[in-house]
């Protein structure tokens, strides 16, 4: 697939007042792990409005991106210190792009490793210098067979490098080590509604009679990774599963599911079943009890004037003791609550987002499983970044494969060549 960059500049917020803005102040959820991007690509036919023209829409989305950098002005400026964001004018990287072929012919069978090219920065890298990184990154790329065209975001999560220094530099290492490592691939699999139910029969128990969709499916991807991770080593390690956790309704009073910032927590529990077979009901019940520790008592003592040291001891004391055990552990984040495929900028609804192809290199996230949907018939897709090895050995497990679809067509049948 050949592109070719038409321009490249910084949109800059539309607001002259923006100059006089204070710091914007962060919340120390906001600092607590290293710099990355958490790219979303979203696809739009031009047959989805008449009048989709380029240089139109470039217009538009300037203008728009502009006008929206004056309201949500921390997107347009850069940290400082790991505390605060400041220097709004300096706005968000825009890039435009225009790509040989059609867009219907990409999405016959979506091939993961050219995604990166849709994006204007290195997704889930490790940004070295946290400071000149800017929060938001946008790239627009037009196909040229059909005219259709892909408007791409691309979310820097407003945090800085390490973590606040007085969480300590051993919460650095261990957060650092289970992150970022080398020797990714990513894969993408469907799961059709018929799996997913077959998984939440198979993951009932007394304890959890009732598993939702992201229980099942965590847990049987948890059991897929511990199965492929113990095969390649003598010595059994424990293995521990790190959910991130939506805090917005789960305190009191609730946030508004559309606030922005890292109000999330993870989840943790470890699997110690070293020598026995692994059961789907039992992860599935670890996985609830994890989830259900994190409520409104739990969070209540992160608030007032001694929140600060409570939730960084707790985090402290939770890394270092997972961190000594030399565990294999798997993160899940599901954005199945997302209405990604809703997102309309005035041409219709996507028809698919898509995600990322290489995780960042030298150093990207590993261990990482994403939860999406497809938009149809309940099907959710799965996006596994794995250690090479492992992945390998999950894709061959005769249980993963019967009930995933590794990278299928995107299915859009009212799109046409």
């Given at each position: 697939m050949?592109?070719?960059?038409?321009?490249k500049?910084?949109?800059?917020?539309?607001?002259?007042?923006?100059?006089?803005?204070?710091?914007?102040?962060?919340?120390?959820?906001?600092?607590?792990?290293?710099?990355?991007?958490?790219?979303?690509?979203?696809f739009?036919?031009?047959?989805?409005?008449?009048?989709?023209?380029?240089?139109?829409?470039?217009?538009?989305?300037?203008?728009?991106?502009?006008?929206?950098?004056?309201?949500?002005?921390?997107?347009?400026?850069?940290?400082?210190?790991?505390?605060?964001?400041?220097?709004?004018?300096?706005?968000?990287?825009?890039?435009?792009?225009?790509?040989?072929?059609?867009?219907?012919?990409?999405l016959?069978?979506?091939?993961?490793?050219?995604?990166?090219?849709?994006?204007?920065?290195?997704?889930?890298?490790?940004?070295?210098?946290?400071?000149?990184?800017?929060?938001?990154?946008?790239?627009?790329?037009?196909?040229?067979?059909?005219?259709?065209?892909?408007?791409?975001?691309?979310?820097?999560?407003?945090?800085?490098?390490?973590?606040?220094?007085?969480?300590?530099?051993?919460?650095?290492?261990?957060?650092?080590?289970?992150?970022?490592k080398?020797?990714?691939?990513?894969?993408?699999?469907?799961?059709?509604?018929?799996?997913?139910?077959?998984?939440?029969?198979?993951?009932?128990?007394?304890?959890?009679?009732?598993?939702?969709?992201?229980?099942?499916?965590?847990?049987?991807?948890?059991?897929?990774?511990?199965?492929?991770?113990?095969?390649?080593?003598?010595?059994?390690?424990?293995?521990?599963?790190?959910q991130?956790?939506?805090?917005?309704?789960?305190?009191?009073?609730?946030?508004?599911?559309?606030?922005?910032?890292?109000?999330?927590?993870?989840?943790?529990?470890?699997?110690?079943?070293?020598?026995?077979?692994?059961?789907?009901?039992?992860?599935?019940?670890?996985?609830?009890?994890?989830?259900?520790?994190?409520?409104?008592?739990?969070?209540k003592?992160?608030?007032?004037?001694?929140?600060?040291?409570?939730?960084?001891?707790?985090?402290?004391?939770?890394?270092?003791?997972?961190?000594?055990?030399?565990?294999?552990?798997?993160?899940?984040?599901?954005?199945?609550?997302?209405?990604?495929?809703?997102v309309?900028?005035?041409?219709?609804?996507?028809?698919?987002?898509?995600?990322?192809?290489?995780?960042?290199?030298?150093?990207?996230?590993?261990?990482?499983?994403?939860?999406?949907?497809?938009?149809?018939?309940?099907?959710?897709?799965?996006?596994?970044?794995?250690?090479?090895?492992?992945?390998?050995?999950?894709?061959?497990?005769a249980?993963?494969?019967?009930?995933?679809?590794?990278?299928?067509?995107?299915?859009?049948?009212?799109?046409?060549?």
């Open positions: 050949d592109m070719s960059i038409i321009s500049e910084l949109i800059k917020p539309s607001s002259p007042s923006i100059h006089h803005l204070l710091p914007f102040k962060l919340s120390l959820l906001d600092q607590l792990f290293p710099t990355t991007y958490i790219p979303m690509v979203f739009y036919p031009a047959n989805n409005n008449q009048d989709f023209k380029g240089l139109q829409i470039s217009t538009q989305l300037k203008r728009s991106l502009s006008q929206t950098l004056s309201t949500f002005y921390p997107l347009s400026g850069r940290v400082r210190n790991n505390s605060t964001i400041d220097s709004f004018e300096k706005g968000a990287p825009y890039v435009e792009t225009r790509v040989k072929g059609s867009l219907f012919d990409f016959k069978q979506p091939q993961l490793d050219l995604l990166n090219k849709f994006l204007p920065c290195q997704p889930f890298g490790y940004e070295s210098d946290p400071e000149a990184t800017p929060q938001v990154a946008l790239q627009v790329n037009t196909f040229d067979g059909g005219g259709s065209l892909l408007f791409t975001q691309d979310h820097r999560y407003s945090y800085d490098d390490g973590v606040p220094r007085q969480l300590g530099s051993q919460h650095t290492r261990v957060t650092e080590n289970y992150l970022f080398e020797g990714n691939v990513t894969r993408r699999f469907v799961f059709d509604a018929d799996a997913i139910a077959t998984l939440k029969d198979k993951a009932k128990s007394q304890r959890v009679p009732n598993p939702s969709r992201t229980e099942a499916l965590s847990a049987f991807i948890w059991k897929s990774y511990t199965e492929a991770c113990r095969s390649l080593s003598a010595l059994p390690r424990p293995s521990v599963s790190v991130a956790v939506n805090i917005r309704q789960r305190t009191e009073p609730r946030f508004s599911r559309y606030s922005i910032g890292n109000l999330w927590l993870d989840a943790m529990t470890a699997c110690e079943l070293a020598d026995t077979k692994i059961e789907l009901n039992d992860l599935v019940s670890l996985t609830r009890e994890s989830f259900t520790n994190i409520n409104n008592d739990y969070l003592a992160f608030q007032g004037e001694n929140g600060f040291q409570e939730l960084s001891g707790s985090l402290l004391k939770q890394r270092v003791e997972i961190g000594s055990r030399n565990p294999e552990i798997l993160i899940f984040s599901s954005w199945l609550q997302f209405d990604l495929n809703d309309d900028f005035g041409w219709g609804k996507p028809i698919w987002v898509g995600l990322t192809g290489d995780v960042g290199r030298p150093l990207g996230w590993t261990n990482v499983t994403i939860f999406k949907q497809t938009g149809r018939n309940n099907e959710v897709e799965v996006w596994m970044t794995l250690n090479e090895k492992i992945m390998s050995l999950v894709e061959r497990n249980e993963f494969r019967k009930f995933s679809t590794p990278n299928p067509s995107t299915s859009v049948p009212h799109l046409s060549s």
